[in-house]
């Protein structure tokens, strides 16, 4: 026998004949389609059987928050003139653009206006940008700045790691490197021109997640030559058995993120014994990098690079692989 929760219980008590949706936000003109009017709304919403997602959109208290979930709120108030940007557009795209910070808060939604007025709304960072109708594209509902453009506010926009970061994700999914490349003259003049102009030939679709794209680019900070991504190191046998994050297989030398998890027990035992086999069985030199390695305030990680690949280019002569 199907119970009703309590929540819905309530709502009933409150004279809502139709019933809220548990799977989806609703405006507010949809509410009152449903018999749940303004006045209505206000009490529920005091009740806390009600919350707002964006101003204008309502869902029932008991479904999770999630940016999924304001992104589809945002569908039902977004002006035509409105355009999705940004870290939000990077995200609609399949790009892990959003900040750190999103990990245990909601990030805003960036949502920018090709004329007219901002979109002024609670959780929505607004502004005027130019764009152009090949800028643009479809998802579902919402009109979004395309991959290309997209990659290019970024590479301008944000902090130079999460930039790199950026360009590295759009690379990863499909965007072709050449016509980013051909693409960044169109900028000048516009702010971060340089460091877009920088980056750009940096881009590397190899970097698996943002914290290597930022590891990479600390390798170039430090003046060392351009690094491969990914490297695949061989067993006896001749079988890929180990990848590198960055290294230079010409000196032997390899850099790894392993963030927070590498404090864990059980993932440390696995990843010492994966070091040492590199190090012991290949010759290989590593050095491994975590969170506050790569975006502390220090920013010393170019440092320990630029030390380890010496170190590993003063030993390799010495080095005899005698498994070829």
Do not use: N
């Not at 021109?193 to 794209?213: K, N, V």
């Amino acid at each position: 026998m199907h119970v009703m929760p309590a929540w819905c219980r309530d709502v009933e008590a409150l004279g809502v004949d139709a019933p809220i949706p548990l799977d989806r936000p609703l405006s507010a003109a949809g509410a009152t389609r449903l018999g749940v009017g303004e006045s209505l709304r206000r009490r529920l919403v005091e009740r806390g059987l009600l919350r707002p997602v964006l101003r204008g959109v309502f869902v029932a208290a008991a479904v999770p928050d999630s940016l999924r979930l304001r992104v589809a709120a945002l569908e039902l108030v977004v002006p035509e003139h409105a355009v999705v940007v940004d870290r939000t557009a990077a995200w609609l795209h399949g790009v892990d653009a959003l900040p750190r910070s999103a990990i245990h808060e909601m990030p805003v939604l960036d949502v920018f206006s090709r004329s007219g007025s901002r979109m002024r709304r609670p959780g929505v960072a607004s502004g005027i940008r130019e764009l152009t109708t090949r800028d643009l594209e479809q998802i579902g509902a919402l009109t979004v700045t395309t991959p290309l453009r997209t990659a290019c506010d970024l590479g301008r926009l944000l902090w130079r790691f999460d930039a790199l970061a950026a360009i590295d994700g759009f690379l990863r999914i499909g965007l072709d490197h050449g016509l980013l490349l051909r693409e960044v003259p169109r900028f000048a003049g516009h702010r971060g021109i340089r460091q877009l102009r920088t980056l750009a030939p940096l881009g590397d679709a190899g970097a698996e997640s943002p914290p290597e794209s930022a590891l990479r680019l600390h390798w170039y900070d430090a003046d060392l030559p351009p690094p491969e991504t990914q490297v695949w190191v061989e067993d006896d046998a001749g079988v890929p058995r180990f990848r590198i994050d960055v290294g230079d297989a010409g000196v032997r030398y390899g850099a790894e993120y392993y963030g927070e998890a590498y404090h864990g027990d059980e993932v440390s035992e696995h990843d010492e014994a994966r070091l040492d086999w590199l190090r012991d069985e290949r010759g290989w030199q590593m050095d491994v990098f975590t969170k506050e390695d790569v975006y502390g305030r220090e920013l010393a990680a170019s440092d320990r690079l630029r030390a380890g690949h010496a170190a590993a280019a003063a030993r390799r002569p010495t080095y005899i692989d005698l498994s070829r």
